[in-house]
Nanobody, 123 residues
Framework: QVQLVESGGGLVQPGGSLRLSCAASGSIARINDMGWYRQAPGKQRELVARITSSGRTNYADSVKGRFTISRDNAKNTVYLQMNSLKPEDTAVYYC?????????????????WGQGTQVTVSS
C-alpha cells in the first residue's frame, strides 16, 4: 500500500545540477530511514546517500561534497540535490525507504523502492 514516486531526473551537462524528489504515499504509520541508490550500466546498485528520520546523513565517498540529501517529514518526501555532476554519475537513481505500516493493530516495518529515474550526465 506504500508507493515511492520519484521525479527530477533528466539529461544534464557535466558540472551541472539536478534535484531529485521522492514522495512516499499510502498507509504510512511512520518512515525511518530514506535514501537514494543508483545503478549504472554494467554495475551493481550502490548506496548514494541515506538520511534518518532525525536528519542524520551518510554519503558514498564518490558523492561527498557534491550531493546533499534532505527530507521533509511533513510531506514524506526525500530529496537529493546533485551538484558538480560528472559523467560517472550517470545511472538510474532509486529512492528507498524504511516504512512502518499498521496491520491488525501491529506495526510492520517494510522496505520499499521507487521505480527509478534516469540521470544522464553528458555533453
Amino acid at each position: 500500500q506504500v508507493q515511492l514516486v520519484e521525479s527530477g531526473g533528466g539529461l544534464v551537462q557535466p558540472g551541472g545540477s539536478l534535484r531529485l524528489s521522492c514522495a512516499a504515499s499510502g498507509s504510512i504509520a511512520r518512515i525511518n530511514d530514506m535514501g537514494w541508490y543508483r545503478q549504472a550500466p554494467g554495475k551493481q546498485r550502490e548506496l548514494v546517500a541515506r538520511i534518518t528520520s532525525s536528519g542524520r546523513t551518510n554519503y558514498a565517498d564518490s558523492v561527498k561534497g557534491r550531493f546533499t540529501i534532505s527530507r521533509d517529514n511533513a510531506k514524506n518526501t526525500v530529496y537529493l540535490q546533485m551538484n558538480s555532476l560528472k559523467p560517472e554519475d550517470t545511472a538510474v537513481y532509486y529512492c528507498n525507504a524504511d516504512v512502518f505500516v499498521l496491520v491488525d493493530s501491529r506495526w510492520y516495518g517494510n522496505n520499499y523502492w521507487g521505480q527509478g529515474t534516469q540521470v544522464t550526465v553528458s555533453s
